[in-house]
């Protein structure tokens, strides 16, 4: 199974900052990647899938880059309604893998 | 509107075979490509994907459970269906299903999940 290491494991960050996650494969995925929020006690929520597409509905402050092996997601001026865990899934290589999750909380 | 809704038993007992039903709406699984997948999630841990079943009928279980898991779909093509066999106190979770476009594919559509707890 392909091995989704993402990083950090939490993070804290104050209102208006600009946050960075990222999510390395143990081989390359092809930029078949995406990225999901989760909020306690609700089911995971896609933001982004083939590495850098937007899903419908979804800020345009979330965006998602890479290739190869290293991915990450970049949440622009952060809001109060983004703390949530994130998790990056590989889908070129079955099964499909989850990332460990990184929690952001507010500063 | 896609809605997924899953369902089961709460809770069960170690070695018992755990049963679970995916319903959904607003899409049909007899469309060319659909896919609903089963992904579960012990509390505070991550996501991981179990089995899942095709508009065609075709079922893909994850390797490392693919012993103790059946994947399953009603002839009206409304609901999915998810047997586990001989659980044990690892396999208490929430579990999910799931569409997507492809075996291969991102999940754009979650159901709200159903808590399975086993204990003696």
């Known amino acids: 199974d392909i091995r989704m290491t993402q990083s950090p494991a939490s993070l804290s960050a104050s209102l208006g900052e600009t946050v960075n996650i990222e999510c390395l494969a143990s081989e390359d995925i092809y930029s078949d990647l995406a990225w999901y929020q989760q909020k306690p006690g609700k089911s995971p929520q896609l933001l982004i899938y083939?590495?850098?597409s937007l899903q419908n509905g979804v800020p345009s402050r979330f965006s998602g880059s890479g290739s190869g092996t290293q991915y990450s997601l970049k949440i622009n001026s952060l809001q109060s309604e983004d703390v949530a865990t994130y998790f990056c899934?590989?889908?070129?290589?079955?099964?499909?893998?989850f990332g460990a999750g990184t929690k952001l909380e507010l500063k | 509107q896609v809605t997924l809704k899953e369902s089961g038993p709460g809770m069960l007992q170690p070695s018992k075979t755990l049963s679970l039903t995916c319903s959904f709406s607003g899409f049909s699984l007899s469309t060319s490509g659909m896919v609903v997948s089963w992904i579960r999630q012990p509390s505070g841990k991550s996501l991981e994907w179990l089995a899942a079943?095709?508009?065609?009928?075709?079922?893909y279980y994850n390797p490392s459970l693919k012993s103790r898991l059946t994947v399953s779909k009603d002839t009206s093509n409304t609901q999915v269906f998810l047997k586990i066999t001989s659980v044990d106190i690892a396999d208490t979770a929430t579990y999910y299903c799931?569409?997507?476009?492809?075996?291969?594919?991102?999940?754009?559509?979650w159901g709200q999940g159903t808590l399975v707890t086993v204990s003696s």
């Open positions: 083939n590495a850098n």
């Open positions: 079943i095709d508009w065609d009928g075709d079922k």
């Open positions: 899934q590989q889908y070129n290589n079955y099964p499909n893998t």
């Open positions: 799931a569409r997507s476009l492809t075996i291969a594919a991102w999940f754009a559509y």
